[in-house]
């Protein structure tokens, strides 16, 4: 079978790849990145038939994205699974596919280009090499890059190329961190201070916070046969989706960007409640979910949400702890909300793991839940059912076979020796990297903890 190339098409993007030229430079060309911001400044320049926009992907770790692209011309598909038969797109937007390992200096050149006004990232939580809310100057990898290398790390890439630039720079992170974009900021300007130099360029340049929501499990091998099925050749960069997709982007550009709002993006002067309303309410839930599910044997989230009694937890986690500590944004009803949530998780063809939504929980926990549990706690509520998912995390780290986790050797020296649902609780509460002092003082929270975890390992 052919491989999905220009010369083998069968279907137009909904753009003339070959038009567009570079304009936006994506740092972790992932699956959710081709899913999510591709789509949509595909469709913005579709709509506006502007051609200045076609994205430079750059694969943060490993040459597979590349592998996978590269032969296709920058081609893939998006199979979207919904209610119905699923249905598949072709993507035309990705115009450059660069492997940082490979090519750092590469990557900075492309970031330093007059061309470029704009970056987006999704580079995951762990990919911020943070501490503390800071920039964490004692990772090797960070100061390797200070030393003048060609860089390696996210912040690394940002600051070299900024130091380049004489215009300005809109950086866009699309992470799931809490004011991701000036969280961002304050890291390259660490970075910097710590550099002992400040580009004026930096001082002019943007970083707006954003919220992305879209489910977008990893592709298995069925799913590119099924591709190709669909689409009568064979497409190794395929990614699978749910139907829904949603971005809000804080309006605040130093200089051009693509019209994302006809794409089917949201600018807004403030993103804060978007953000806090998919933290706390979708990525708490999913995670809570996956430990939980995880810990009944069930291999995907839409079996957890299906037995009754994590969907109820499920619910009483966002009606009960997490919306009375938000603020709805403009005409969105939060209760509403969270059953859509809990809907979508439930959506069968999409076949999202557990174990996919459970890694890295030592960086994910302190946005989804921890921030929502030091508010609990400080108007005196009790959070039961925070303490329940955080619980849940706990016993899943003393229990997992191959823990996922940057932090995964502390997490398991940690725990050794640890065999009383106190011991558990005390010893991972202890890691400051993960609980402030305000939740690692808390006698309830503590008590709770122990309550949950007790009671998980007896069932
Ligand atoms: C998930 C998210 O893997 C995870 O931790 O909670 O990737 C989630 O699917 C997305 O944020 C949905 O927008």
New binding site residues.
Partial sequence: MNRLSLAHLPVAPAVDPMSLSIGVVHLGLGAFHRAHQAVITERAAALTGDTRWGISGVSQRSATVREQLEPQDGLYAVLERGNGDPTIQVVGSIREVLTAPEAPEAVVARMADSAVSVVTLTVTEKGYRAKSGGLDLDDPEIQADLTGRPPRTVVGQLAAALARRDSPLTIVSCD?LVANGPFLRRLVAEYFEALGKVPEVFEASRFPASM?????PATTEADRDEAARLLGVRDEAVVVAEPFLQWVIEDDFAGPRPAWEQGGAVLTADVAPWEQAKLRI??AT??MLAYLGALRGYETIAEAVRDKELAAFAHTLITDDVIPTLTPPDGLNLASYGGTVLDRFANPALKHRTA??AMDGSV?LPVRLLGTVEDRLTVGAEPRTLALAVAAWMVYVNTAANLDDPQAALLTAALDGADTPAAIVDSLLAIDAIFTPSLQNSAPFRDLLVEQVTALRRR
Avoid: A, F, T
């Fill in positions: 799931n992305v929501d879209r489910i977008v979708l990525n999913h995670s996919q939504v994910k």
